[in-house]
């Protein structure tokens, strides 16, 4: 079982950044590709980011390729979102996630674990 726990979020101005963390508990931390999604309010809930189980391999949506960026660090079991160049349209509910190997880990089904979730709010 992993349990994930998400920090960072809050209210910042347009043009500003952020960093979000996801703690992971459970020994398997280490062998799980590890995403970011993001709902805001009325929409669906959709992918930020992802990263391999090694961490060699990020993918990036569209919307936030080049300002945002995931990393991981395996011996804190830490998963990070730094998100620079932030816009109102990134105002959300930020959501860390974690999967098997199988998958492009673009879709919200192939996650199992999930987190509560922190409030992102960007004012313009």
């Known amino acids: 079982q992993v349990q994930l726990v998400e920090s960072g979020g809050g209210l910042v101005q347009a043009g500003g950044s952020l960093r979000l963390s996801c703690v992971a508990s459970?020994?398997?931390?280490?062998?799980?590709?590890m995403g970011w999604f993001r709902q805001a309010p009325g929409k669906d809930r959709e992918f930020v980011a992802s990263?391999?189980?090694?961490?060699?391999?990020?993918d990036y949506a569209d919307s936030v390729q080049g300002r945002f960026i995931i990393s991981r660090d395996a011996a804190k079991n830490l998963v990070y979102l730094q998100m620079n160049s932030l816009k109102p349209e990134d105002t959300a509910v930020y959501y860390c996630?974690?999967?098997?190997?199988?998958?492009?880990?673009?879709?919200?089904?192939?996650?199992?674990?999930w987190g509560q979730g922190t409030q992102v709010t960007v004012s313009s």
């Open positions: 459970g020994s398997t931390f280490t062998k799980l590709p």
């Open positions: 990263i391999s189980r090694s961490g060699a391999k990020k």
């Open positions: 996630a974690a999967r098997g190997e199988l998958g492009s880990g673009i879709f919200r089904s192939e996650y199992n674990y």
